[in-house]
């Protein structure tokens, strides 16, 4: 591929020769722990270590044998798009004992074996890590016993760890995200997708019971992402009657013409005084007091099941190769870290601080300091939180603040999942700060045209699932007609403008090659001259090629590639996957491509394309979309609040400054608004994209991953974090939910 890579840092210290790494999942399995043991064994191969697969967990690597297997290249071929984990995990007693754990470290050391990488919940990190500090002693004892000679005690002296924490509930303190959680909320929010859809139909109530014995994450986050009108988790029980004041709330909704309440309840949900609050007896109140027919369905393992997310995929494919990182780097005296994601960015964080933090978490619900588990969780959590009651609970008008402000919301350019939450969130947040919020149809060409009406709280029930733009959206500029724009915002004295667009999100492309046997797909997506999607897609789909526009290629890269691809098909890997975003390059045409492969791969291999088009920016948005327009259209509108205040004077907003015009985005690990004549230096118009790109980063993390002999630029990984008690658990930015 591109040539450019060269320059980057070519893992000058950092090689695996003569190490061995072994990987293993433990604990309950979770949607994501295969990309991260592909990754893991791939970027392992890569270095030049040795990788060996230790199947069934902490029982495999005490008995030993066969369930400790090198690993090749092709071994975690197709494993990518599998949910649970392929080489087995399970809960070992065992591993508990010093037996155990002396059995589990003689194996090793007949292997050579002195990396270790975990992926499993704080249970099994904190064994991984007590069965680091007893590695020495352990080796002195089978040294006595006979089983291993002297030497073998200064060959594999010390035992490095590494830990990725897979765990469907995000229970972990340091990661924004746990393997699997985006996953689990993808199957939540299509059951409760699916339940509305019936639901429409009769008046009913439905009461979810979704995982989190300990976490409310999982119930708190599917909650914001349908605009449950009621949730129970561990963390904040319910002030004491809230019984009577959930009923007043779901007979409230019924009134405002709403025909379905959703209450969503943590398996481990509790009230004030630690007793358990069960779907039941939330059932049984809501008949009682109500009459409402209600329905209880508890989700169990379904959240589990099925295949992991894109962005799942795409983390516990970073995640595997910043652990070998982590594990080349590491020395006797670093401590057992994990690698966890905060923002964008892969960080390294000390094992035992984490373990301890999330343990705390417990405490402080066991001793009812709720507000203290909160905090404990990090900001991310907090922030869902506040979030939530502020979008779910409408204040009576009396409590209302009067702003005299008016807001208006519109889209612009193509629909794209998520958009309407961002409109909801906008909206309800605008009228809790007593604002009178007002929608624009279409877009600006609605806009000059006069399609502005007042927009009320209850007009927004229910638009968080919504797929595509409610409001509507053009991708006509406001240039040609400002003037006509002008005067619309005079004639409904319209203060500010919050305008939603241009996300070109779409976690959405899956590609169903599997099965198939010598064959290549060459697959067209969108995003204009951004590469993002192709880029990111490839990465979780496990793509050999993506060409964009931003980094160039040329017949050489093609060519490479076809060898590549024939290459391949001599292994038992006989499937390829290329994409192309759409305008990539001018000439080299996904037709010109598809043909140019079709023949050069005569009697090898055989190719079909599919352009994904328009299907990329339908059907319902993710959970991510959802809480991402969400949580970002909030913070946005309240700060256009915080900025009309500033800027009034003798009855005039004056906007007037920089930053009367701000864009909000994520930068690396923050949430920031950058005045737009700012970017306007950082932008390629002609192109519509920013000159600089972070994600072009992730690129040779995907050669990587498909076999490429590249570099992988190492300034992208994290170095370890220190103090995790002195650093908000995440970023209010963070890719967490
Ligand atoms: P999770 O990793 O998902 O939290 P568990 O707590 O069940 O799941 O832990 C998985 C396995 O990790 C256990 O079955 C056991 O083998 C090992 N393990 C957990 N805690 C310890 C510990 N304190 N000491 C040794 N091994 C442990």
Request: glycine fraction near 10%.
């Amino acid at each position: 591929m591109a040539q450019s890579d060269t320059k980057k840092i070519f893992f000058e210290n950092l090689s695996g020769a003569g190490k061995a790494i072994a990987v293993l999942t433990s604990g309950g399995d979770a949607q994501g722990m295969n990309a991260a043991v592909r990754a893991v064994v791939r970027m392992g191969l890569y270095v030049g270590a040795k990788v060996y697969f230790i199947c069934e967990g902490y029982q495999g690597m005490v008995d030993g044998g066969e369930n400790i297997t090198e690993a090749t290249w092709e071994s975690v071929s197709s494993m990518l798009q599998v949910g649970g984990t392929v080489i087995g995990s399970a809960r070992c007693k065992d591993f508990r004992t010093h037996e155990g754990r002396l059995k589990a470290a003689l194996n090793l050391v007949k292997l050579g074996i002195t990396n270790l990488c975990v992926i499993g919940g704080d249970g099994s990190l904190t064994g991984a890590n007590l069965f680091r500090e007893e590695w020495s002693g352990l080796l002195a004892e089978l040294v006595e016993q006979g089983s291993i000679e002297d030497q073998s005690v200064q060959n594999y002296s010390a035992l490095h760890i590494v830990g990725m924490v897979g765990s469907i509930d995000n229970d972990f303190c340091g990661t924004d995200m746990t393997i699997g959680t985006d996953s689990a909320l993808h199957r939540i929010i299509e059951v409760v997708d699916a339940i509305m859809t019936t639901a429409q139909s009769h008046q009913r109530t439905f009461v979810l019971e979704v995982m989190g014995r300990h976490c409310g994450y999982l119930a708190l986050v599917s909650a914001l992402a349908c605009g449950a009108d009621w949730v129970l988790i561990p963390e904040m029980p319910p002030e004491d009657g809230w019984e009577e004041k959930m009923c007043q709330k779901l007979s409230a909704n019924r009134a405002g013409m709403k025909r379905l309440n959703i209450i969503i309840v943590a398996e481990g949900a509790i009230d004030r005084n630690n007793k358990p609050i069960t779907t039941d007896c939330i059932k049984d109140l809501v008949v009682k007091c109500l009459g409402f027919d209600t329905r209880v369905t508890i989700l169990g393992h379904v959240q589990r099941g099925g295949t992991p997310s894109a962005f799942d995929r795409i983390l516990a494919s970073r995640m595997g190769v910043e652990a070998v990182l982590a594990l080349l780097e590491t020395t006797a005296n670093t401590p057992a870290c994990v690698v966890s994601l905060s923002g964008n960015q892969s960080v390294r964080l000390p094992l035992m601080e984490c373990v301890q933090m999330t343990q705390e978490v417990q405490k402080a619900m066991d001793e009812k300091k709720f507000e203290e588990a909160v905090k404990l969780r990090g900001r991310s959590f907090e922030n869902n939180l506040r979030t939530y009651k502020l979008l779910a609970h409408r204040k009576p008008e009396s409590e209302l603040p009067t702003s005299n402000f008016n807001v208006a919301v519109l889209n612009v350019g193509a629909p794209a999942a998520g958009m309407n939450a961002a409109v909801r969130s906008a909206v309800r947040v605008g009228i809790s700060e007593g604002h009178k919020m007002f929608a624009v149809n279409d877009g600006f060409e609605g806009f000059y045209k006069g399609q502005i009406k007042e927009i009320k709280w209850s007009d927004v029930g229910g638009w968080t699932g919504q797929g595509g733009s409610l409001l509507g959206t053009k991708r006509t500029l406001p240039a040609k007609h400002v003037d006509k724009i002008a005067e619309q915002m005079r004639t409904h004295n319209i203060n500010a403008l919050l305008v939603i667009g241009g996300f070109e999100t779409c976690d959405r492309i899956k590609q169903s090659a599997s099965g198939t046997k010598r064959r290549v797909f060459i697959i067209e997506t969108m995003g204009g001259y951004c590469g993002y999607l192709a880029t990111v897609a490839g990465l979780a789909a496990g793509a050999d090629a993506a060409y964009i526009y931003e980094e160039p290629f040329d017949i050489r890269d093609l060519q490479a590639n076809v060898e590549h691809l024939t290459e391949k098909m001599k292994t038992s890997i006989q499937r390829g996957l290329v994409l192309r975003n759409e305008n990539s390059n001018e000439n080299y045409t996904t037709d010109f491509i598809y043909q140019l492969y079709t023949e050069e791969g005569k009697g090898v291999f055989d190719c079909r394309k599919n352009v994904l088009g328009h299907m990329q920016q339908g059907g319902a948005p993710s959970p991510f979309d959802r809480n991402f327009g969400t949580k970002i259209s909030a913070k946005a509108m309240q700060w256009v609040t915080k900025k009309l205040l500033e800027t009034f004077r003798q009855g005039r907003v004056f906007a007037n400054t920089e930053d009367s015009c701000c864009l909000l985005g994520m930068r690396r690990r923050a949430l920031i608004f950058q005045p737009v004549v700012q970017l306007k230096g950082e932008t390629d118009f002609v192109h519509r994209i920013p000159k600089e790109q972070w994600w072009l980063k992730l690129r040779p993390l995907m050669k990587i991953l498909a076999k490429y002999k590249t570099s992988y630029d190492v300034s992208d990984s994290g170095q370890l974090e220190h103090v995790v008690h002195n650093r908000p658990k995440d970023s209010d930015a963070s890719v967490a939910m």
